[in-house]
């Protein structure tokens, strides 16, 4: 299907036309009818692979020489990931169920009046009873999808396989395993109320891989612990992983590469320290005055008990560059309209 077929679908018009204030908004909507195990998740995946990026990318004349201004290294577009990106939700196991409804809802509907977040909830739930689950699990995946399909284009979309991407032995943990997995503390031993700097800490960063964990001292941030595990060789699985499994540049909060979203724990964290908010704003990972948000920088996050956290498959310095050229360009609209 050409592009210019593929606009004339009224669902793919009607994602046209969304921005990402009108995302944000559905997603906040939906929060009480997700389940608990991809509340954390669906807001993290909206974080990784941001509107306004995809725009802007787009949009350039030259996106590689845009890439290489924002700084952005790793495996930053979705088009290559379409099955993959979302593999850290629990609802990704309904995926090839989700992806199917998906495409038949685009390819059926007549208009598309209704708001996003019903739309989401209407695909959700044909993907729920093929799929023989709660609507809750497949509300977050479907958000997803139509995401995905926004910033991929309907033809990337359909081409994609659809193929789960965890094994199967994972695939069987139910939604309460996962959450009590999140939610469970490193047993310090019985005089384990006694230590303070002793005690040690449990971060998985990998939930569909049983071996994707690593150990830290109380207070020690997430990539210091991180750069103690030599389990596998890091830098031939990404280059960007010189020091374990989270990859980092700096111990400063100043390059942005050790960026990572919170599953679960993240009221073990410290709170953000005025250096880290401003950072990760300026990097453009997420705009929030939470003390403790889901997006955190592993150098500065200390934790005080076990975290389950997940890893972007890229890093950039895009919040502030983005936002001076929007300015820029709406003071060219604003200079235009006062000549005219």
Known sequence: MSTAIA?????????????TQDWNAAIQ????????????????????????????LSKAEDPELLARELLLQGDYKLSTQIDSSHQFLYGHRYWPQVKKAIEQYATES?????????QILTIADTAAKVAKVDQSLTIGITAVGLMTLRQ???????????????AAQPARKTPDQILKARAKDDSQG???????VDKKWTVVFDENDDTAKYKLNNLQDLAWGAADDKSRNWVEIDPR??????????????????????LGGAEKLAPVAPRES??????????????????????QAQT???????????NGVFGKPLKAKQQSLRDDLAADESVN
């Open 110 to 118: 007549k208009s598309a009046t209704d708001s996003l977040a019903d």
């Open 304 to 314: 005080t008990g076990a975290v389950s956290i997940v890893i972007p498959p890229w």
């Open 29 to 56: 909507k939906l929060l009480p009818s997700i389940h608990e195990v991809d509340k954390n998740a669906t807001q993290i995946w909206f974080s990784f692979f941001p509107l306004p990026l995809h725009q802007a």
């Open 278 to 299: 401003k950072k990760i704003k300026e990097f453009g990972y997420i705009e929030t005055d939470d003390p403790k948000p889901l997006i955190r920088l592993a150098c």
């Open 152 to 166: 991929v284009g309907l033809t990337a979309f359909r081409a994609a396989t659809g193929r789960i991407s965890i």
């Open 7 to 19: 606009t004339e679908v009224p669902l793919i018009s009607f994602l046209n036309r969304l921005e």
């Open 190 to 196: 019985l005089l384990g109320f006694l230590k303070t």
């Open 241 to 262: 992983r010189i020091e374990g499994p989270i990859p980092v540049e700096c111990r400063s909060a100043s390059c942005g590469t050790c960026w990572v979203g919170v």
